[in-house]
């Protein structure tokens, strides 16, 4: 569904002008380090708000550094596993917890945000061995595999995917459902929006995303192709149903059309959700603009629903 005719709100545009900020400091910087990207999309947490009666916990899940977001009053036994974006190669529990507090909360469950090991350091496939570890932890912990839901962000979007596509190649039961905001998929580049909204998408450019995918795939370009880096390939039958969402300004727009189409071709209950205006990983807004907040109780109802 498309979220149209609406005039983008005054809170909104703080999203639009902290990616254009950090696009002004990378172009004057073209040689800036890992390290000093990493610092820069931690300022990631600043547009959202600080949930409400919301608490955190640091910990160890399967070898995984996590935080937890339990919000008061919350069913433990149901668990968001928040896969953070960023590339792959930056972003953080830090910069994701608020946002993560506030999908927990709206949902009336607890959700762990994992700092997966990040390229270049740690190229693919070792981030889906993190979320395949904590996956695995909170089964043995007793937790039912459909009261479990993947949720991420950005190529944390592909990681909510793509981590079920792997709990399914390790014959695990799969988890109840999966969340992905303005998910980045394709590893090939060909959606027609990374063009068409060129002039709108405040952060994405094509030289950004070329240098994410050789940090993160290596020396190897075969496995631009591979289902797990870029689940559009993928299987999707028996897949868990499916929530997409992702702003009209943004030039991965296409990645989330494409997967909606691949999701429902297979059967799939899957959602989409396009919000006009909006720029990448809009529910970033959360607590702060009203196109977040709505957003945020679309997923809460569409999550209600599957409860039935």
């Given at each position: 569904m498309e979220q149209k005719n609406k005039i983008v709100s005054k809170e909104a545009d703080y999203l639009r002008a902290l990616y254009q900020d950090w696009s002004d400091r990378m172009e004057a910087n073209p040689n800036?380090?890992?390290?000093?990207?990493?610092?820069?999309?931690?300022?990631?947490?600043?547009?959202?708000?600080?949930?409400?009666?919301?608490?955190?916990?640091?910990?160890i899940v399967g070898g995984v550094d996590v935080i937890w977001a339990y919000p008061i009053g919350c069913d433990k036994s149901k668990v968001l596993i928040y896969t953070h974006g960023g590339g792959f190669a930056v972003g953080s529990s830090t910069s994701h917890r608020k946002l993560a507090g506030h999908m927990a909360k709206a949902l009336g469950v607890s959700s762990v945000v994992l700092d997966y090991h990040r390229s270049p350091e740690n190229p693919f496939p070792a981030q889906l061995e993190d979320a395949a570890a904590v996956y695995k932890a909170l089964l043995a912990s007793g937790i039912k595999a459909k009261n479990i839901g993947t949720i991420g962000d950005s190529a944390g979007g592909n990681l909510a995917v793509s981590s079920v596509l792997k709990f399914r190649d390790l014959g695990l039961e799969l988890p109840g459902f999966v969340i992905a905001f303005s998910p980045w998929l394709d590893m090939e580049l060909t959606g027609g929006t990374l063009e068409s909204n060129a002039a709108t998408d405040a952060l994405i450019s094509v030289p950004l995303l070329e240098g994410m995918i050789a940090m993160f795939i290596g020396d190897d370009n075969t496995k631009v192709r591979d289902p797990l880096a870029n689940p559009l390939l993928a299987d999707f039958n028996d897949y868990p149903p499916l929530y997409i969402a992702a702003g009209g300004a943004e030039m991965l727009l296409d990645d989330a059309r494409r997967l909606h189409a691949r999701a429902t071709e297979a059967g799939i209950?899957?959602?989409?959700?396009?919000?006009?205006?909006?720029?990448?990983?809009?529910?970033?807004?959360?607590?702060?603009?009203?196109?977040?907040?709505?957003?945020?109780?679309?997923?809460?109802?569409?999550?209600?629903?599957?409860?039935?």
């Open positions: 800036m380090t890992v390290v000093d990207l990493r610092s820069l999309f931690d300022e990631w947490e600043k547009p959202t708000l600080e949930p409400e009666d919301v608490t955190y916990k640091t910990d209950q899957a959602t989409l959700s396009v919000v006009d205006g909006m720029q990448h990983v809009f529910p970033f807004l959360a607590g702060r603009a009203p196109e977040a907040d709505e957003e945020i109780r679309r997923v809460a109802a569409w999550f209600q629903a599957l409860q039935k």
